[in-house]
């Protein structure tokens, strides 16, 4: 059985990285948080794809208290790497 994987794209205020983390990484097996740019708030959140719903549903519920724009860019991911064939290429914003 292969499990797939999603990756966030997420833009957020920079002193927020940590709080997002921690929150995240608190739901065990749910996301692997890793910051691409600290000064940008660039994060990517890493993700087996049957915790989309949940997932989502936590940033969105987190936006106020995130500050920045919130910016999510989906593609999936199987454990022999990146799978070209993006599931949703178009960004959404989430409300703050």
């Known amino acids: 059985m292969t499990t797939e994987f ?8 920079p002193h927020r990285i940590g709080f997002i983390k921690f929150i995240l990484e608190g739901y065990d097996g749910m996301a ?7 000064k940008s ?7 087996p794809l049957s915790f989309h719903d949940n ?3 936590i940033i969105a519920d987190l936006s106020p208290l995130l500050f920045g724009e919130v ?3 989906q593609q999936t ?18 409300p703050h």
């Not at 692997?32 to 600290?38: E, F, G, I, M, P």
């Not at 708030?41 to 993700?47: A, L, T």
């Not at 991911?77 to 989430?94: I, W």
């Open 6 to 13: 999603g990756t966030i794209l997420l833009k957020i205020t």
């Open 32 to 38: 692997l948080v890793s910051t691409v740019d600290s």
């Open 41 to 47: 708030g660039s994060i990517i959140i890493r993700y």
């Open 55 to 57: 997932l989502t549903a």
């Open 71 to 73: 910016i999510i860019n």
């Open 77 to 94: 991911l199987t454990p022999n790497g990146l799978n070209h064939k993006q599931q949703n290429s178009s960004f959404t914003k989430l």
